[in-house]
């Protein structure tokens, strides 16, 4: 069993930053794909970024240029860096793990963390 847990949500105004860390409780390393997803209210979740073992990254069209993903392996942590929200990025944030498939969602969730933008 992989435990995920995220944190660095918050409130903050238009223009400003987050950073959202996941925390896993095993080595990432060897993990295959590490993602962030978003859930708004009455939507379904989206990825945002994810990152492969390999340091492969992928953005949704809606957040390239603003966020930025990145792992530590050493430190078996995977963050999400948002810059220049918008009020429309609101949503509960989750990290996502998925271990050996070479594609689809992941094996594991986190138990999200709130993210709140306001204009």
């Known amino acids: 069993q992989v435990q995920l847990v995220e944190s660095g949500g918050g409130l903050v105004q238009a223009g400003g930053s987050l950073r959202l860390s996941c925390a896993v409780s095993q080595s990432i390393a060897s993990i295959n794909a590490l993602g962030w997803y978003r859930q708004p209210p009455g939507k379904q979740r989206e990825l945002v970024a994810r990152?492969?073992?390999?340091?492969?990254?992928y953005y949704a069209d809606s957040v390239k240029g603003r966020f930025t993903i990145s792992r530590d392996n050493a430190k078996n942590t995977v963050y999400l860096q948002m810059n220049s929200l918008k009020p429309e990025d609101t949503s509960v944030y989750y990290c996502?793990?998925?271990?050996?498939?070479?594609?689809?969602?992941?094996?594991?969730w986190g138990q999200g963390t709130q993210v709140t933008v306001s204009s």
């Open positions: 990152i492969t073992s390999g340091g492969i990254t």
């Open positions: 996502g793990a998925r271990l050996v498939r070479p594609n689809g969602g992941p094996d594991y």
